[in-house]
């Protein structure tokens, strides 16, 4: 479908139907839904194959298009069509792979230097061959020049044309008048003239001798110089020099040269640049060829990766003459208006190195297009991207509801992008700023909150608030435009993980007074990634210790020095003036607990007031509540380690009276929360439903306390969220052969159990009840339990193999019938439910009841005549006819398909 969609908005735009092009257009076109089109179309743009008018309404158009229409690089969205359709011209630094990203400080210095009032600062630029040097120099000059800095020229000179003659050097760069030696018979300006008011490229520097580094001297201090045989007259020139060499300058280079040099910038190598801009230098550099020979390039995955992946000792400039090279060998192997590009086609040196392993000569069938290798990266900044991927977690929880998922998945993200800033970032004067004002941050809330930071860590913080600033306008608009969905994260963070989210909220607030940086809500939920301790909040998570006591500093106190006895954060700690009385202790209590929401038990350790005023008027219906009056840090650290070891609420309080031995009163508010209750009814009847039953009790750990109770099929049907249960039980589930659909009620099928499909269900329905232990026990109960032939050798008396077969192949003969072809999970479904029915019916045990069917048998006789003739042979082995009634299940679960 996606294909066809990109093939109709392409023909619109090359029509200039583009009005076509809008999503109810495009939906009513191929006849499928709004929500479906509107995915489908998202997929495209993610696969950089379509592009979005931010005009409503919105319109598509195909990046191939846009390519066809001049622009090299297509972003994902543009404000209007009339900017879309504009020709893309990139000037001086847009025109460098990597100018936002590794080289984003290198592009800032050439431009502090070369616009260094009043005439700038000589700059020299120091890397390995092939590294960019000289493209770099000239992408300077053309910035300073676009940016009225500069008005001259951009002259290059290879020094080493004038290695052993620095004479020669003399004469060309300052210049001679005639007859001031054999042979100059005219006045020549020099090339120091000639770069007046622009800028003297000196290449390879480190060529020139001693004698000759020296001869640039005078000029480079006052801007003066003799032309060769005219001593007596001062020539000017205000030109900007730029140096190069790929030899380290403190070897190669006259140190009194080296100190009229300010600025030395070191330029990576290949190998230090990030894989996405490997792939956009690889993209150009083919894109480059396209463009000249006119025609469409594809290589083949065996190339691509060879290209990607290879240590080559020429860079950037070896990777362009290989590129070359494969396109020139492979000129005549054309298909219509493509180049292909196979092994056979990279040059020979490249290919010795590949013989080493026989397996990377065989080639594949596979292709990878130019146009592909756009999908592969991004022009947005990491910092932007590290952004979108935390987002992109958040909504796939949206839709799979896996909240140890979410965690884990944005922990890897936020540190994957910490290891990758600490590899390519280098310390700067800003960065140790940074650095001295996280340690401080973190100096003052190690002891509180229990949390060891190691120096990569503070560096790595220190790097990202660096990159936060550096690109704070980009990184304001993300927020801006993804303000609903951070906030949202931010809440469910917050309200599931509230240890992490406290540290996280603390460090912001002293991110926001001590570096004055403003803080987003993505900031906030980035480091409640980073600081989420996994275990001990996994194992606290459902459980709060407060001190609430008079006095500056008495609560945090108490708070702070059991936090650091015990090594880890378990102890909130809220100080109240003395003069306050209980009901404004409550009121700031209420208001700390409002953040709550997942919270099951609550300590509560006050030094004052009525513990009956306290917890009446805390009004708590979905938490204990456990208060002990007399707040202390020996009480503390009893209450602390007992919640870690997980010691029920009246155990804990009464042995910390035991221990502590002080006069102290303690009072345990129970919640009023319902008993967990699993659900089991099955369309089956009652029988497969105890047998069910049964095997689910045997799956739910010893240790946890979870029932399971069997409710009629048919009631369930009908009363559906009015039933009894309801009101008596908190129901995490119903499982069984077929979903009574009751809304806001959860279904697990039979099915799921046996395909193994309800891992991340489990998780989401009993995460409150069950701990991560416990629920990897349940999970591997069940699917022990659940295998096909475990639970029809459960479920049903009669021979299950023999009864299985026959059952699968009237269903195979059904959907024959019927011209449509069941999921898996469905055949599964089917199996359980009818051979389950089948014994029900030997047995002559009838359903309770059945619903009216007339209807049914009206509108369907069809599908009442195809289960006869499928089940035919079922029905005479096993002596039974399966009623009207039971078909009618059948058939609703077939259209459930």
Known sequence: MEEKLLKYIDQNCQNENFEKNTLDQISEKFQIGRNQCALLLKSLINQKKLTRIEEKPYKYLTTEYLHKKGKSMVETSYSSLETALQKQELHDFEK?????????????????????????????????????????????????????????????????????NPELLTANLFGHVKGAFTGADKDNAGLIALADQGVLFLDEVHELKSECQEKLFLFMDKGIYHRVGDNDKWYKSKVRLIFATTENPENVLLKTLLRRIPMTITIPSMGQRSVQEKIELIYKLFRDEEQRLQCKIKMSNKVYNTLLSSKLAGNIGELKSIIQSCCVNSLFDREGNNLLIHLSSLPSHVLTKLYENPKTLQDTEEYVSVDDLQMFYSHDKEIIQLNDEII???????????????????????????????????????????????????????????????????????????????????????????????????????????????????????????????????????????????????????????????????????????????????????????????ATMVEKLKIYLGRLEKIKELYLLVDMGSLEEIYKGLNLEKMSIGILNNASTPMALEIGNGVRMNIPMEELLKNTISNVRASLMYHIEKNQDKLPLILCSCASGYDTARKLKSTIEDSIPEQCHIEVQIYNY????????????????????????????????????????????????????????????????????????????????????????????????????????????????????????????????????????????????????????????????????????????????????????
């Open 392 to 582: 992109q977690t958040y909504q796939t929880y949206r839709k799979e509801r896996d909240i140890g998922k979410l965690v884990n998945t944005g922990k890897q993200i936020v540190q994957n992008y910490f290891d990758n800033l600490i590899f390519r970032k280098k310390e700067t004067p800003q960065i140790e700023y940074y650095k001295r004002g996280v340690q401080r941050i973190f100096d003052m809330i190690e002891s509180r909150y229990g949390i060891k930071l190691t120096n990569n860590d503070i560096l790595a913080i220190a790097c990202y608030l660096e990159e936060l600033n550096l690109d704070y306008h980009d990184f304001r608009k993300w927020s801006l435009q993804h303000e609903e969905d951070s906030e949202d994260l931010n809440q469910l963070l917050e309200s599931e993980f509230f240890r992490a989210a406290n540290i996280s909220l603390e460090i912001c607030t002293y991110l926001k007074s001590y570096l004055e940086m403003e803080v987003y809500p993505i900031v906030v939920c980035l480091f409640i990634f980073y600081v989420y301790n996994l275990q001990s909040d996994q194992r606290l998570q459902q459980k709060a210790c407060v001190v609430l006591a008079h006095g500056f500093s008495t609560a945090s106190s108490i708070a702070n020095a059991a936090n650091h006895f015990l090594g880890e954060y378990i102890f909130d700690a809220i100080d109240m003036p003395l003069h306050v009385d209980t």
């Open 714 to 897: 048919n009631e369930l049907l009908s009363q559906g969220a009015k039933a009894s249960v309801f009101e008596q039980y908190n129901v995490l589930c119903v499982i069984g052969t077929l979903d009574p659909n009751i809304e806001e009620i959860k279904f697990i099928g039979i099915e799921d159990l046996i395909l193994g499909n309800s891992d991340n269900k489990l998780d989401e329905y009993f995460n409150e009840y069950l701990d991560e232990t416990d629920l990897q026990e349940f999970n591997r109960n069940i699917l022990r339990n659940f295998s096909l032939s475990n639970i029809m050798s459960h479920l049903t008396i009669l021979n299950p193999n023999k009864l299985l077969e026959q059952v699968a192949d009237a269903i195979d003969q059904l959907q024959t019938l019927l011209k449509i072809k069941l999921s898996n999970r469905a055949c599964f479904g089917l199996y359980v439910h009818i051979s389950c029915l089948i014994e029900r019916l030997v047995l002559f045990r009838g359903n309770e009841s059945y619903l009216e069917c007339l209807d049914f048998q009206k509108e369907h006789p069809d599908f009442i005549n195809y289960m006869k003739r499928s089940f035919k042979k079922v029905e005479d082995f096993y002596g039974v006819s399966i009623p009207v009634e039971e078909i009618t299940y059948i058939y609703n679960y077939v259209k459930n398909n």
């Open 96 to 164: 460098l792979v990597g100018h936002e990203q590794s080289l984003r400080e290198i592009v800032k210095q050439c431009k502090a230097t070369i616009a260094y009032p009043p005439e700038g600062l000589p700059l020299l630029l120091y890397g390995a061959t092939g590294t960019g040097k000289s493209y770099i120099a000239q992408l300077t000059y053309e910035w300073a020049k676009n940016n009225n800095i500069i008005k001259g020229r951009f002259v290059t000179v290879n020094c080493s044309e004038y290695a052993n």
